[in-house]
């Protein structure tokens, strides 16, 4: 499978902090996602992602393929961003196997 | 619109015994999956399947089997369960996508966690 590697693992910030969560992959690949998994346990997709730049309000993410990594970007963070923040990809040789990483913990504090 | 769902929403099981997860979908998704999630492991995936009627082994498959009879739901059954099957199990479902695509966004249920003792 593909390896899938998260940095860094855990990371606390103070509201209005800015932040940038990396994903590297080991192997070329023409899926990629992020997920925030909210202290509840839900898990919500954020991006699709597998090339260029994606925006949506203060969180944006860019891939750069070529170069097997993948960046996810919070601005002015909030207390609500806290939880844990997935990488997945998938090469597409395989259908529906997306390979996770072990994600970033994030803890914002008022 | 209800998305995902799981049921049962926790469950606790003695070394040995059965059951089964339910995953419903509304979403008219063709692909469903299921993962389970350990402390500091990530995701794995456990089986899926892309339509109804059919289903593959994943990362994890050993001790779990699925069933796929319609394509809002998913079933994975433990058939003797070990206290190594204890984690929060996962559904989500994708749709194909206009060309046949398979890349998708996923979409998760809210987890089922397993204790078995």
């Known amino acids: 499978g593909i390896q899938v590697e998260q940095s860094p693992p855990d990371l606390i910030l103070q509201e209005g902090a800015n932040s940038t969560l990396r994903c590297n992959f080991s192997d070329s690949v023409n899926n990629l996602q992020w997920f925030h998994q909210n202290p509840w346990g839900q898990l919500i997709n954020l991006f699709y992602?597998?090339?260029g730049t994606k925006q949506n309000g203060r969180l944006s993410a860019t891939t750069v393929a070529t170069e097997r990594y993948s960046l996810l970007y919070i601005s002015s963070s909030q207390t609500t961003d806290s939880g844990v923040y997935f990488c997945a990809v998938d090469r597409g040789s395989t259908l529906g196997r997306l390979y996770f990483g072990r994600g970033t913990q994030l803890t914002v504090w008022p | 619109n209800a998305g995902v769902t799981q049921t049962p929403k926790f469950r606790v099981l003695k070394t040995g015994q059965s059951m089964t997860l339910l995953c419903a979908q509304d979403?008219?998704?063709?692909?469903m999956y299921w993962y389970r999630q350990d402390p500091g492991m990530g995701l794995r995936l456990i089986h899926y399947s892309v339509g109804e009627g059919t289903t593959a082994k994943g990362e994890v498959p050993d001790g779990y089997n699925v069933s796929r009879l319609k394509k809002q739901n998913f079933l994975l059954g433990l058939e003797s369960a070990a206290p190594s099957q204890t984690s929060v199990y996962f559904c989500?479902?994708?749709?194909?996508?206009?060309?046949?695509?398979?890349?998708?966004?996923?979409?998760f249920g809210n987890g089922t966690r397993l204790t078995v003792t």
């Open positions: 992602i597998p090339s």
């Open positions: 989500a479902s994708s749709y194909e996508g206009v060309l046949g695509s398979y890349n998708s966004p996923l979409h």
């Open positions: 979403m008219n998704h063709e692909y």
